[in-house]
């Protein structure tokens, strides 16, 4: 069943990062690389998983995004809603597809070419100490 685990305390000090890409090699080294920066970090391998996530974890301070997770309707739906309804998230739309065209991602959105480097995790990490 494809519902994610339940809240967990957070409170070892990291901020909360969640991973969200369909293809578990990439999913796992991104989180490895996000772990590796400084976060503690959730996984989800679909929009809906997601967004769950994102629900039950208000302490939640990034997000990375496949942009082209199962569930979602369009190229950039699920990273669209997550600004909407969490403007205050970090949020990083990471993609092996060209970039996307000005206007295409909401405002304060970062693109990056898969597969996030160790660089632009711990710049990530560096916004939310700033």
Do not use: C, Y
């Amino acid at each position: 069943m494809d519902l994610p685990a339940p809240p967990a305390p957070h409170g070892d000090g990291r901020p909360l990062a969640l991973v969200v890409e369909s293809e578990t090699g990439p999913r796992i080294k991104t989180a490895d690389r996000l772990a590796g920066a400084g976060f503690e970090v959730l996984e989800a391998w679909n929009a809906q998983s997601a967004l769950l996530q994102i629900e039950r974890h208000a302490g939640l301070r990034l997000v990375i995004v496949d942009t082209d997770p199962p569930g979602a309707d369009t190229r950039f739906a699920l990273i669209r809603e997550i600004a909407r309804h969490r403007p205050d998230l970090i949020l990083i739309a990471l993609s092996a597809r060209p970039s996307p065209e000005p206007g295409a991602l909401p405002e304060g959105v970062r693109f990056a070419a898969k597969p996030l480097t160790p660089t632009l995790a711990r710049e990530a990490l560096g916004e939310l100490s700033a």
